[in-house]
């Protein structure tokens, strides 16, 4: 049984580029929630995704953006790139929105470098 | 005020030690606690789940004061292994509130 799977691993781009980050959530989950961890930080919440709708959103700027698809894989996209924008990007699924109160299991992450 | 505050760390102990962090939340609301375990350049991994009556497994021992508004992870007989960053999550409505981690490094 497959846990949250993400792609790419690492990605480099340069600044003012646009990146889209995937993830696939683990079997049985409809649920998929973004994290940012920046170097020495711990994880700050972006969005939430359910029913292909955002359901929560933490305090980060419109040029953060998402999808969640029907078969509830999501993608996150990032416009403008800047070098503050260099972190590690994990994706946590769950079954339904309020399911956090259990604990996420989170994705291996993508390890994102702006230039 | 961040919503979640550690221990700055890092903590450095020898084998067998025991130690504790701690970590205070600001937010009230905040119904479910948690303690990760993040390796280097790793996801972080849910190590436990924080309740008031306490949690126990194995060597590692959590409790939370919700009168205090605080969580606390014990280690017992510490491990080389134990190595990595602690991070405290508090949260509620399906979102996580992270500390921003304590490194523990232990040596033999």
Known sequence: ?115 | RKEVEQDPGPFNVPEGATVAFNCTYSNSASQSFFWYRQDCRKEPKLLMSVYSSGNEDGRFTAQLNRASQYISLLIRDSKLSDSATYLCAGGSQGNLIFGKGTKLSVKP
């Open chain 1, 1 to 115: 049984d497959a846990g949250v799977t993400q792609s790419p691993t690492h990605l480099i781009k340069t600044r003012g580029q646009q990146v889209t980050l995937r993830c696939s959530p683990k079997s049985g989950h409809d649920t998929v929630s973004w994290y940012q961890q920046a170097l020495g930080q711990g994880p700050q919440f972006i969005f939430q995704y359910y029913e292909e709708e955002e359901r929560q959103r933490g305090n980060f700027p419109d040029r953060f953006s998402g999808h969640q698809f029907p078969n509830y894989s999501s993608e996150l996209n990032v416009n403008a790139l800047l070098l503050g924008d260099s972190a590690l990007y994990l994706c946590a699924s769950s079954s339904g929105p309020g399911q956090g109160a259990h604990g996420y299991t989170f994705g291996s992450g993508t390890r994102l470098t702006v230039v």
